[in-house]
């Protein structure tokens, strides 16, 4: 799947197409065990099993990943979680925010399906890794759902609470570095109040030392579930 990006340095900034061919969801991806055991315990509310390990790879066909504004969906059982989302060009990593967005209904059946199920919307802003590597635990996740007609915060977080993503490439690449044509999305944070459904998701991933943002809203477009 063909994304492009803009990707700001602090020498400006430039347009590329990257071609994704092999796409990873990293699950349970927590550093904290007990952050990992709250967010087993949420989801356990709405019936999903415990995860044989931790972190766990799902493997997403690259043709669900998206960065159109509006995506379909089955059902009004869906719900998104923001990400931050790793690749790479030329030999170099970047960073990214994508939204593992999952069929929680089907959830309790098959996570790997449940979330196969769904398309992953992406942003079209990036950052170096380099640029951001010497304060990787001080950027902040941020997601919004809409309730009764508002914008309320969904999730918080810095990434400090979350694996690092070389540890994560390793632990399914096998080396410390993301290959080219790979991606992979690195955990989120729990969710305020719940998991839950909404008809948009807006998504952020801060950088407090820059002060700069990667942003991303996209809203559903609900499909009849036909028996």
């Known amino acids: 799947m063909k994304l492009s990006f803009n990707v700001a340095s602090a020498t400006g900034s430039e347009s590329i197409t990257v071609d994704i061919t092999t796409c990873i969801v990293a699950g349970w991806a927590g550093r904290d065990l007990a952050a990992i055991e709250h967010h087993i315990e949420e989801l356990a509310e709405i019936g999903v099993p415990r995860p044989s390990a931790v972190p766990l790879y799902y493997r997403i066909a690259s043709n669900q990943l998206s960065q159109e504004p509006e995506v379909e969906v089955v059902g009004d059982g869906s719900s998104g979680e923001a990400e931050v989302f790793v690749f790479s060009q030329g030999g170099e990593m970047l960073v990214s925010l ?130």
């Open 98 to 227: 994508a939204s593992d967005h999952t069929d929680r209904k089907l959830e309790s059946h098959s996570v790997a399906l449940s979330k196969q199920l769904c398309v992953k919307p992406v942003a079209t802003d990036a950052w170096r890794y380099a640029d951001v590597a010497d304060h990787w635990d001080e950027l902040v996740l941020r997601s919004w759902i809409e309730e009764n007609g508002t914008k309320v915060l969904y999730q918080e977080g810095t990434l400090a609470t979350l694996r690092h993503p070389s540890d994560l490439i390793q632990g399914h690449f096998a080396q410390s570095t993301i290959p080219e044509h790979a991606g992979m999305t690195c955990g989120t944070v729990n969710a305020i109040g719940g998991i839950r459904p909404s008809p948009s998701f807006e998504m952020e991933l801060f950088d407090p030392k820059r002060e700069r943002s990667i942003r991303h809203r996209y809203t559903l477009k609900i499909l009849p579930e036909i028996a």
